[in-house]
T-cell receptor
């Protein structure tokens, strides 16, 4: 079974400050990991994903995440927060089938609401 | 591609009425997922289809909920009869098979049962 834990349901930062959103996963097999963003009244949009290539993954809008197997973590960071980053962020995990492919079935964390203050 | 298309965007209905939510996945995707999002429970996977066949419906809360996928370009989620506790945002998502494929989400249907 797989699961994802996002530490902190709310994170507040000042504009220009570092953004750090924490995600830890549990998986019996090497996982695929994802970060999604949800703006108010919208669907989820993919920020970035880890698929066992480079452990440091760069995504859209200046976000990046690092896969650390020893810590079972996939934390999301952005060096300098912008007001437009205010949204809810979801970490998700999926598993590979025997052939290494997957069907896109994701298990989501509870989400972290990011607030950015001027 | 227009992305995953859901209709309606908003639905308000009275308790006891039947509600049907609709989804058109991205062309060429062979997996389709229905999720429910609430403040209390977050994002829950209700059911998913692969090549139009339901694979896992263990997340469907009750027999009042049913889902169909009659062809590769259309799926419905039906609630009959609806109850106030069904009020939530329902998302449809689709994906293709591959290495670490992601799910593409629709804009959601906000359901309010009064």
């Amino acid at each position: 079974a797989q699961s994802v834990t996002q530490l902190g349901s709310h994170v507040s930062v000042s504009e220009g400050a570092l953004v750090l959103l924490r995600c830890n996963y549990s998986s019996s097999v090497p996982p695929y990991l994802f970060w999604y963003v949800q703006y108010p009244n919208q669907g989820l949009q993919l920020l970035l994903k880890y698929t066992s290539a480079a452990t440091l993954v760069k995504g859209i809008n200046g976000f990046e995440a690092e896969f650390k197997k020893s810590e079972t973590s996939f934390h999301l960071t952005k060096p300098s927060a912008h007001m437009s980053d205010a949204a809810e962020y979801f970490c998700a995990v999926s598993r590979a089938n025997a052939g290494g492919t997957s069907y896109g079935k994701l298990t989501f964390g509870q989400g972290t609401i990011l607030t950015v203050h001027p | 591609d227009a992305g995953v298309i859901q209709s309606p965007r908003h639905e308000v209905t009275e308790m006891g009425q039947e509600v049907t939510l609709r989804c058109k996945p991205i062309s060429g995707h062979n997996s389709l997922f229905w999720y429910r999002q609430t403040m209390m429970r977050g994002l829950e996977l209700l059911i998913y289809f692969n090549n139009n066949v339901p694979i896992d419906d263990s997340g469907m809360p009750e027999d009042r909920f049913s889902a169909k996928m009659p062809n590769a370009s259309f799926s419905t989620l039906k609630i009959q009869p609806s109850e106030p506790r069904d009020s939530a945002v329902y998302f449809c998502a689709s994906s293709s098979q591959g290495i670490g494929t992601e799910a593409f989400f629709g804009q959601g249907t906000r359901l309010t049962v009064v």
